[in-house]
């Protein structure tokens, strides 16, 4: 089969085009003939060697795919050859043909090409397990995401707005604060023109946000102390501005604000079987019925993965970047 391999650590180039021998679907396993794969933040971080895959996953990049199911494994039950799939991949994905535990695939929802369902497993799986999940955001909550346009973002605002939450959101332009907007959003903010935190103080009704979800860190970790309600709920799921910051944890105690952070990756193939088990029941239905829609930026052909990565590294698209596997 043809994979994307990482020849070394370094820039989009090291991407190159290989051939592999074809994996089996082990116990508890699909083995699934991927159509289209999602390009993800953390295949970037991969590629420059500050992500090493999980003992035991494939050292190729790509967590999240969709195609057709090409052989089931021992003791795998509710799924047959041919069937319509998309999975959250431990690795694996840039590549023709890719194994993933039988618990972390999930039906295409109706209605849904491979490439929009390419664009579903990492950004759902993510959003669920943060925002509804750990931060328990519910109907008539208010909610801010910050990288509205991002993968996350679009997924994010979506999914918010579907449940019955007041969404904000922050973007890089004019053009992006659009897109969030016309996604669900009631307010974006131009974190390049506007601060965030007056702007949204002085468009939401009561004195803070319910719920923060928040890829950025760095100085954003106080803003959003600042700009959480009483009982706030903050997520955050990576630290692209740094890891370090000075805060001042004060409003944390005195309004209760609970703060966490995960991974996905690592979490165990039971958690991330809870968490596909909780989509396909409450938000796969949605989709379905077309309240929440794939937002693809840009497909390209799995031999042209270097120049996914380039776009990636850009943060000039809006929505998900996916591979493709036919000619």
Request: glycine share 10%; charged share 20%; net charge negative.
């Amino acid at each position: 089969m043809r994979v994307i391999e990482v020849s070394k650590h370094g820039g989009p180039e090291v991407l190159q085009l290989a051939e592999r021998e074809q994996p089996v679907a082990g116990k508890g396993e699909l083995l699934i003939a991927v159509e289209a794969a999602g390009v993800n933040r953390p295949d970037i971080i991969q590629r420059l060697g500050f992500y090493p895959a999980p003992a035991g996953a494939s050292d190729l990049l790509g967590l999240e795919v969709a195609g057709v199911v090409a052989a089931v494994g021992e003791g795998v039950e509710g799924w047959r050859v041919g069937e319509a799939v998309c999975a959250l991949s431990n690795g694996g994905g840039y590549a023709e043909f890719t194994s993933v535990d039988a618990g972390q695939c999930l039906p295409i929802p109706a209605g849904l090409s491979a490439v929009q369902a390419a664009s579903l497993p990492e950004t759902f799986f993510t959003v669920w397990s943060n925002v509804f999940d750990r931060a328990k955001l519910r109907s008539g909550e208010s909610f801010l995401v910050h990288g509205g346009t991002s993968g996350i973002g679009v997924t994010a605002i979506q999914m918010a707005k579907a449940v019955g939450a007041k969404v904000y959101a922050t973007a890089g332009s004019d053009e992006k604060v659009a897109a969030c907007e016309t996604l669900g959003a009631v307010k974006a903010i131009n974190y390049r023109s506007e601060d965030f935190v007056e702007a949204v103080r002085a468009h939401h009704d009561k004195p803070g946000i319910d719920v923060i979800l928040d890829m950025v860190g760095g100085d954003y970790i106080q803003k959003n102390f600042s700009l959480a309600a009483i009982e706030g709920r903050i997520a955050n799921i990576n630290f692209q501005a740094g890891f370090e910051a000075s805060v001042n944890f004060m409003p944390m105690m005195t309004k209760r604000i609970t703060f966490s952070a995960s991974t996905l990756r690592p979490q165990s193939a039971a958690s991330k079987a809870r968490i596909a088990s909780a989509l396909q029941e409450s938000f796969w239905p949605l989709i379905e019925m077309g309240k929440i829609r794939p937002v693809i930026a840009a497909r390209f052909p799995l031999a042209e993965a270097a120049d996914a990565h380039r776009l990636m590294e850009t943060s000039q698209h809006i929505g998900k970047i996916i591979l493709t596997t036919g000619s």
